[in-house]
């Protein structure tokens, strides 16, 4: 399992309060967070491609510590059960 902690405001995290964008040079802004996501996207697939399962932590989920642990404990869980039923 790979797991990414991405910056809310860099990598353009949906609803939350930290994604915002600047108004000055909002062109070069738009492109930068366009790029980033796109990057993002391109990574994971590969990454599945190649038979791991990506999980993305935001940077505003670090503040909630125990939620967080329960939704990784989750995926690794998950991920050995699945190996456990390809043996």
Same mark, same amino acid.
Not at 12 to 17: D, L, N, Q
Not at 68 to 74: G, N, S, V
């Given at each position: 399992?790979?797991?990414? +902690? /991405? ?5 353009? /995290? $949906?609803?939350?309060? $930290?994604?915002?964008?600047? @108004?000055? =040079? ?5 492109? $930068?967070?366009? *790029? =980033? @996501? #796109?990057?993002? #996207? ?6 599945? $491609? !190649?038979?791991?399962?990506? +999980?993305? +932590?935001?940077?505003?989920? @670090?503040?909630? @510590?125990?939620?967080? %642990?329960?939704? !990784? *404990?989750?995926?690794?869980? /998950? !991920?050995? !059960?699945? *190996?456990? %039923? %390809?043996?």
């Amino acid at each position: 399992m790979v797991v990414f +902690v /991405h910056g809310c405001f860099w990598h353009r /995290h $949906k609803g939350c309060p $930290k994604t915002t964008t600047p @108004t000055t =040079n909002r062109k070069f802004w738009l492109e $930068k967070f366009g *790029a =980033n @996501t #796109a990057r993002d #996207a391109r990574q994971q697939k590969e990454l599945r $491609k !190649l038979g791991w399962r990506s +999980v993305v +932590v935001w940077e505003c989920e @670090t503040k909630r @510590t125990e939620r967080l %642990a329960k939704r !990784l *404990a989750r995926g690794l869980r /998950h !991920l050995l !059960l699945r *190996a456990q %039923a %390809a043996r």
